[in-house]
């Protein structure tokens, strides 16, 4: 787990910037720097590396070059079948000079190519240059769990890095505000990929690559695709159970302290059970919790630690710890994500990087296996359009338009409202909308300039699902929300701590397998998540496992109207966010004084704003 950053461009330009890309993210690597310049034909290249040192402590220095002098690679992450990928690349008659994941990338680049993704299972952002060829390839993996920006440079050049701030270092890559960046932060918290909130500047979307040559990058090109066939075999809660536990086994590698982090849902307890399965001494886990009893999950935590003997490690956290949090949690954001879970993400991690410097977490279980509301929601529209239209217009819909907001997390009249407003618009077009912030059609009354907030099925999901909406529901998610929104503050919280977060339950296999199957095996009636349940049921105690799904929640609306609104009002007064000319400072106005005086639901909207208001002058700032 490191940070990397680099750029092939015109020999003659003067810019050297590679430095201060590095120090903008040294806190992803404080165990060391490293840098690799060389230059062919008309185009200079350099590579740079911050690293946290995991796997082979002494032999894992980066940048890394092959033992033939042709390869040289900066990467980001783990492989985690990278010893059995060494022994077939031996017997191919490669040589290796380390014990590193890192080396097992370039043999397999030297064997086989870009072809030689499709067989990395782990974790990854990476830039080769090939010599020989006058290449630089830039990949990362198929869940998006590390980060890979990029931009063109002027004269045919590129630049990449893992953090968005360390990428603008380059004075080839412009600051100019993206709308439709703009766009997608309002509608759905972050900036979807490909695109972000800077002009110019993209995302390397997940399961893709690129390659630049001769002052050309080519279109990112999918390494891999979710079939759009589904498996004619049957759903085994005993194989699902044999490759979890497979998964997590090979994730636990380290030559450093290694822990998982415990919420108390089912995706981190099963972790963390199947975990200890495998430890000699008790394992560490580690949990947060607040005074605040309509958030707190932390009994539910420490009755998992108990249960698997686990050395429980947990934070109570008070308002004011939280707020206290709040501004160094978006200090960790390199680009806007409006999800306040990031705050006590960040808490959490902060707790972790005290004891460890690896994590495990259960961030992949929902996308998988079927567990967000939103699922049971799109099977209801179905039956909800059998209702009599005028049972609906009378009586059901007004009814819903006139309950109260209550301040809370997510209770049953909001979820109630967003239903009934978009139950009957085209199945990914209400998706998007139910999990969106601002509404697509409303989002002109907040912006000058509005690009398309709607996003197709991402390439690699070409196919659909057939027949099955629940999982084209989920294929989206995976790829989209999961590696946009989820992974990325996981990423953006823990490394600011210099620690390492793995999800085992995205394993190649585990996500292969999961997409193989049928929805009707993962939402079963009112049962979301079916068969991992039945896949936990030997390892975690029963109200474990059918507890109420919840997600990692702050009391935002109420912070909206208290604590708070001092400082929304001072971004109302002034903020470099309307410099941009692309907000409506009126209407945010509106919606706070509606918020505090009739307790409307606008807490995301106003949120966006001030993590914007935030980040724009942290940019500002650099």
Not at 511 to 516: E, H, L, N, R, T
Request: glycine letters at 8%.
């Amino acid at each position: 787990m490191c940070g990397i950053a680099g750029y092939v461009q015109r020999r003659e330009s003067p810019d050297r910037p590679l430095a201060a890309m590095l120090n903008k993210i040294a806190h992803r690597g404080p165990d060391g720097s490293g840098a690799w310049e060389s230059s062919r034909d008309d185009w200079s290249v350099s590579l740079g590396h911050r690293r946290l040192a995991i796997i082979d402590l002494a032999g894992g220095a980066q940048p890394m070059v092959d033992t033939t002098g042709r390869l040289h690679v900066t990467f980001n992450g783990e492989i985690y079948n990278y010893k059995s990928l060494r022994t077939g690349l031996e017997r191919d008659g490669l040589r290796f000079a380390s014990h590193s994941d890192t080396e097992a990338i370039l043999n397999q680049h030297a064997r086989h190519g870009t072809g030689g993704l499709l067989a990395l299972n782990g974790m990854f952002a990476f830039a080769l240059w090939d010599e020989p060829a006058g290449s630089l390839t830039l990949a990362r993996d198929r869940a998006g769990i590390k980060p890979l920006y990029y931009a063109p440079l002027f004269g045919g050049g590129l630049a990449f890095s893992s953090e968005l701030i360390s990428l603008l270092q380059h004075p080839g890559v412009g600051r100019a505000i993206d709308a439709a960046g703009l766009t997608s932060l309002f509608f759905r918290d972050y900036a979807a990929a490909p695109t972000t909130l800077m002009k110019g500047v993209f995302k390397l979307e997940p399961g893709h690559f690129l390659v630049w040559r001769d002052g050309r990058a080519s279109v990112p090109t999918p390494f891999w695709t979710l079939s759009s066939e589904p498996s004619r075999e049957e759903a085994s809660v005993e194989k699902l159970r044999a490759m979890l536990d497979d998964a997590v086994q090979s994730q636990l590698m380290s030559d450093v302290p290694l822990g998982v982090f415990l919420s108390g849902g089912i995706d981190s307890s099963l972790v963390a059970a199947l975990a200890q399965r495998h430890m000699t001494e008790p394992l560490s886990t580690f949990s947060i919790g607040f005074e605040d009893a309509e958030f707190d999950e932390s009994n539910y935590a420490r009755i998992v630690a108990t249960h698997i003997g686990s050395r429980h490690f947990e934070r109570k956290l008070s308002e004011q710890d939280l707020l206290d949090a709040l501004d160094p949690a978006l200090d960790a954001l390199d680009e806007p994500i409006a999800d306040p879970s990031i705050v006590p993400t960040y808490v959490v991690s902060r707790l972790a990087s005290e004891h460890v410097k690896v994590a495990l977490g259960g961030d992949g279980g929902d996308e998988l296996w079927g567990g967000y509301p939103t699922c049971r929601a799109h099977r209801a529209a179905s039956k909800y359009a059998a209702v009599p239209a005028f049972v609906r217009n009378a009586f059901l819909s007004p009814l819903v338009d006139a309950l109260p907001v209550r301040h809370g997390y997510q209770k049953l009249e909001w979820k109630l409202k967003r239903f009934v407003l978009r139950w009957r618009d085209d199945a990914l077009e209400r998706h998007q909308n139910w999990m969106s912030n601002v509404p697509a059609d409303a989002l002109s009354e907040i912006l000058n300039e509005v690009g398309s907030p709607f996003r197709a099925m991402p390439e690699i999901m070409r196919g659909g699902r057939g027949p099955d909406l629940i999982n084209e529901i989920l294929a989206y998610d995976f790829s989209t929300y999961m590696s946009g929104s989820v992974l990325t503050k996981v990423d953006r919280a823990s490394m600011a701590h210099g620690l390492e977060v793995r999800p085992p339950l995205l394993d190649n296999g585990l996500i292969d397998y999961a997409f193989s199957l049928p929805s009707s095996v993962k939402l079963k009636g009112k049962t979301s998540k079916w068969l991992l349940k039945q896949a936990a049921e030997p390892f975690l105690p029963p109200e474990i496992i059918h507890r109420p799904k919840r997600g990692f929640a702050i009391p935002l609306a109420r912070w909206i109207v208290g604590p708070l609104r001092p400082r929304l009002e001072k971004i109302m007064a002034a903020s470099p966010a309307w410099d941009l000319k692309l907000l409506k400072r009126e209407v945010f106005t509106t919606w706070l004084k509606e918020h505090v005086e009739r307790r409307a639901d606008h807490s995301k909207p106003l949120w966006a704003l001030l993590v914007l208001d935030h980040w724009l002058r942290r940019v500002q700032g650099t």
